[in-house]
C-alpha cells in the first residue's frame, strides 16, 4: 500500500479576480455578411429546459410552442435549428444569449454556420 502525505499549508493563496471576457472574432467579408446563416443549439444536460425556451422566446423572437418544439429536439438529437437570419442579426442574437445564459450560470451553447 501507498501512503502519500498530504501538505497543507495556512496561508492563504494569492487569488486574482478579473471582469475580463475572451472574445473570438471573425473577419468576414461583405459578401459573407449578405448570405443567410443558420443558428444551431446544442444540448447539454446542465440548462434547464424552462431557460432554454424562454432564451429562445426572448432572443429569437419563437412563440411558446416552436420554442419548445426546438428545445426538445435538441433535447432529444443533440442539436436544433433555431433558424436562418442575415449575418450580423444571427451573431448578435446568439450574442446576447450566450451572456444571459452565461449571466445565469448555464453552459447553454448556439453556433452558426452558413446556410447552403
Known sequence: MIAHKLQTTTQEPETETTTTIDTQYVVVDDTELEKPYRVIIQND???????????????????????TSIMLKAHTDGQALVGVYPYEEAYQRVYEAHSAAREAGYPLTFYLEPDE
Open 45 to 67: 444536460d446542465v440548462t434547464p429546459m424552462e431557460f432554454v425556451v424562454a432564451v429562445l422566446r426572448t432572443f429569437f423572437g419563437l412563440p411558446l410552442i416552436k420554442a
